[in-house]
């Protein structure tokens, strides 16, 4: 009996930037970094939880008492039974055969656009278990033809090696912010030297990583958008071998998201930034010999 299983909170698809062409994303919730400028707060706790918006709610079944749940839901109506869908629960458990054959399943899609499926978070290389996991999941999509990427910090202990080089054609890989003391205190523990020796690793399983990484630069405001801070991160992506990165200027399609969880957002209100705002970060990454893609693709 199949006995991988992970918790994952939801399958977009149709994604047109995480891997190439048209991708199916599965996204596995939990991570053990904390990001102030996360975009997918749902994906920080290992455990389902539930979120509720207030714009959605008619208040059908208001607690007698008064009282309200951490993100202010009134009810205790099971997210199952709300007539609106203004609860909603976020996160269930999945076996990884299950997971792979709903990914599958866009494979036309995949086959037209030269796309495929990839694997985020969270963080889907958090521990041994769901390293795992993601790698039978990419493997069984792997087996059928179909491209595969993983988007991941890769700042965590890695089990096997060999096993997610063969897994995964597309390793998307952050690159936040350079210091490594600042990157542990600003992110609560994402350690740029255990990314770049996991990135060796990956190299010594058999990963070309001039074509099968691109490091991932997200621009943010007052974190890592200052131009030593991009400089730094371009010269170490080349320096290891990496020829290609993605600029990926800050925007806010997660600020929602914080609320309908009860949960404080570091950085609301901030200004979303155009392309225009981050050429100087696509400039300094040029001038190391890189290819940038914005956005990513």
Request: with cysteine; aromatic share 6%.
């Amino acid at each position: 009996m199949e006995t991988l299983t992970q918790c994952v909170t939801n399958v977009q698809r149709y994604s047109l930037h995480d891997g190439g062409g048209i991708r199916t994303v599965a996204f596995l919730k939990g991570c053990p970094f904390r990001c102030p400028w996360c975009c997918n707060p749902e994906n920080l706790s290992f455990s389902p939880e539930v979120s509720w918006k207030e714009r959605l709610c008619i208040g059908c079944s208001i607690r007698a008492d008064g009282a309200r749940d951490a993100n202010g839901c009134p009810c205790d109506t099971p997210p199952e039974l709300c007539p609106t869908e203004a609860k909603e629960l976020l996160g269930r458990m999945r076996l990884a055969s299950s997971l792979a054959f709903e990914l599958l399943r866009d494979r036309i899609f995949y086959e037209e656009s030269g796309g495929g499926v990839t694997l985020s978070g969270g963080e889907c290389l958090s521990g041994a278990a769901r390293q795992h996991f993601s790698a039978a999941v990419l493997g069984l999509c792997h087996a059928q033809g179909v491209n595969t990427a993983m988007e991941t910090t890769l700042a965590v202990p890695l089990a096997d090696p060999v096993a997610l080089a063969a897994a995964c054609d597309t390793f998307l890989v952050d690159f936040k912010i350079a210091d490594r003391a600042r990157s542990i205190e600003v992110t609560g523990g994402l350690d740029p030297d255990v990314r770049d020796a996991n990135l060796r690793a990956l190299a010594a399983a058999g990963v070309e990583l001039s074509s099968r990484v691109v490091a991932r630069l997200p621009i943010i405001p007052d974190y890592t958008d200052a131009p030593e801070n991009v400089r730094a991160n371009a010269r170490r992506a080349r320096e290891l071998g990496i020829i290609r990165v993605d600029v990926l200027p800050f925007h806010q399609l997660g600020e929602g998201k914080y609320e309908s969880l009860g949960k404080s957002y570091a950085c609301e209100g901030v200004r979303q930034l155009s392309e225009a705002d981050v050429a100087h970060a696509v400039a300094a990454c040029e001038a190391e010999g890189l290819k940038v893609v914005v956005h990513g693709e």
